[in-house]
């Protein structure tokens, strides 16, 4: 009995050992790795670069074999893709199937750790009358050959999709998917239900904030300091765009019954210069989505409809890609140049001790003549003075100081208990005391790093202690 006991609690020792261990690795945060561009670094110092950073999967949109053998015995997750032009022959016929899979998988696994083959890239959305029909026999064929390799159950097969399947998406819990790609969708939703593989999605705030250029928007957008939206339907405070993109669908599986479906993000990022007629795009405001995203996902808070799950989430993109068409934004969102360096840093590198938030940004206004600066002005970032808590500035507004509020409290680790009724800072019970408490708990929690007591300029840092009677804030001297 002693030695049944001891071998079940070793067990469970190991699985904790393996959940901290998953935790540690961070393995939900990939990069996109994209080449239609003619300045890209050899893939071997690529390699070389993913590997100095948190970044533990990343998604090819092709099976590029030098990749593939670049990243063998990393353990790096690798996401391959079959073309939109391989479809038809992927569906038609299951030997070149095999083929494909004997070349692209079977020839690298498992040294190269391939996790996940997307068949085309937004196909369903395409309008492609011809290619449509023959996505999931293709899906269905590379399956099967993976099934054959005795593969199936360890490399998933899926497609990517734009948003644009959702017909509705606001409020979160109305989510839809669109009934003009209905009977494909349900298909290959059941697909994803019988090989548990998941739905992968190319969520992207940029381009609701640029149907919707408000300030508020642009906060929500970057999960900064903002008033929150509520969901009608549900009651749920949203205080940021991606979870309120993410659990629409959810929200969309559920209401056709396939709850049970995984999530993944394919592709979602922020460009940091576009054209001056683009609504969005600075270094700050590509700063401020792509680090804030990855703080969200680290906190593994999840969304408000998947508590405590970091869906896996892969940023647009690892290098710009100089050779895409369409508005200067598409060839700026990488977040490496091609000389290695950071383009801004959003607390990647393994050497970081604490992820690097950014200031709040301005976003830039559509360029009405050429001379208009397409660069916001952004204040200089705080810095420290020896200052031990962060306190709201003087004359700030009680709007402002209530969107602070709301902000704080909605984070993970952050328990606005002694500012509630019978807490011990409840008194006084004024906007602008429960404001102060829980922007410095923010501050406090979030590694006492100057830009966590920005709340779009807002507060500053004090040396001066805020603790009066029973209520104590928590900091001190740096």
């Not at 590509?286 to 409809?305: C, D, E, F, Q, W």
């Not at 959003?346 to 604490?354: E, Y």
């Not at 923010?442 to 029973?470: E, H, K, M, V």
Request: glycine share 8%; proline share 9%; aromatic share 8%.
């Amino acid at each position: 009995m002693a030695t049944q006991k001891l071998s079940s609690f070793f067990l469970i020792f190991l699985v904790l050992l393996q959940s901290l261990s998953s935790a540690e690795s961070q393995a939900f945060v990939g990069v996109n790795y994209g080449q239609l561009a003619d300045n890209l670094p050899p893939v071997t110092e690529t390699v070389k670069l993913i590997q100095s950073t948190r970044i533990e999967k990343v998604r090819l949109y092709g099976a590029d074999p030098a990749i593939i053998k670049a990243l063998a015995n990393t353990g790096i997750g690798i996401v391959i893709g079959a073309a939109n032009g391989d479809i038809p022959a992927l569906a038609s016929d299951p030997n070149f199937a095999g083929q494909w899979v004997n070349s692209n998988v079977l020839a690298y696994y498992p040294a190269s750790k391939i996790i996940v083959v997307t068949v085309g890239n937004e196909v369903v959305t395409s309008g492609d009358q011809n290619l449509i029909p023959q996505l999931l026999p293709a899906m269905q064929n590379v399956q099967n050959a993976l099934n054959a390799a005795s593969l199936g159950g360890r490399i998933k097969v899926s497609t990517v999709h734009a948003m644009s399947i959702l017909s509705q998406s606001d409020p979160p819990s109305s989510g839809l998917f669109s009934p003009v790609f209905g009977d494909t969708l349900k298909a290959l939703l059941q697909f994803h239900k019988e090989n548990g593989s998941p739905l992968m999605i190319n969520p992207y705030p940029f381009f609701a904030y640029q149907s919707d250029p408000r300030p508020e928007t642009l906060a929500f957008c970057l999960f900064q300091p903002n008033a929150g939206r509520v969901d009608s339907g549900s009651g749920i405070k949203y205080m940021n765009m991606f979870d309120a993109q993410v659990d629409a669908v959810h929200s969309a599986l559920n209401a056709w019954g396939f709850k049970e479906v995984q999530i993944v993000v394919a592709e979602t990022g922020w460009p940091y210069k576009g054209d001056p007629n683009e609504v969005g795009p600075s270094v700050d405001n590509a700063k401020a989505y792509n680090g804030n995203l990855i703080n969200h996902l680290r906190s593994m808070v999840g969304t408000p409809l998947m508590p405590g799950i970091s869906v896996d989430t892969y940023i647009f993109a690892l290098y710009d890609e100089d050779l895409k068409p369409g508005p200067g934004s598409e060839r700026s969102f990488g977040l490496f140049k091609p000389d290695l360096s950071v383009t801004y840093d959003v607390g990647l590198s393994k050497n970081a001790q604490t992820p690097t938030a950014p200031v709040t940004p301005v976003s830039p206004a559509p360029a009405t003549t050429p001379t208009t600066p397409t660069t916001p002005v952004t204040p200089a970032t705080p810095k420290p003075t020896g200052a031990g808590w962060c306190m709201p500035k003087p004359g700030t507004p009680d709007a402002e100081l209530q969107a602070n509020l709301d902000y704080a409290c909605s984070q993970a680790g952050i328990d606005c208990t002694p500012i509630q009724a019978g807490g011990a800072c409840f008194e006084p019970n004024t906007v602008a005391s429960h404001a102060a408490y829980a922007m410095n708990l923010l501050y406090q929690t979030a590694g006492r790093n100057p830009w966590n007591c920005d709340f779009s300029q807002t507060a500053a840092l004090t040396s001066t202690n805020p603790s009066y009677d029973g209520c104590t804030y928590p900091g001190g001297s740096l």
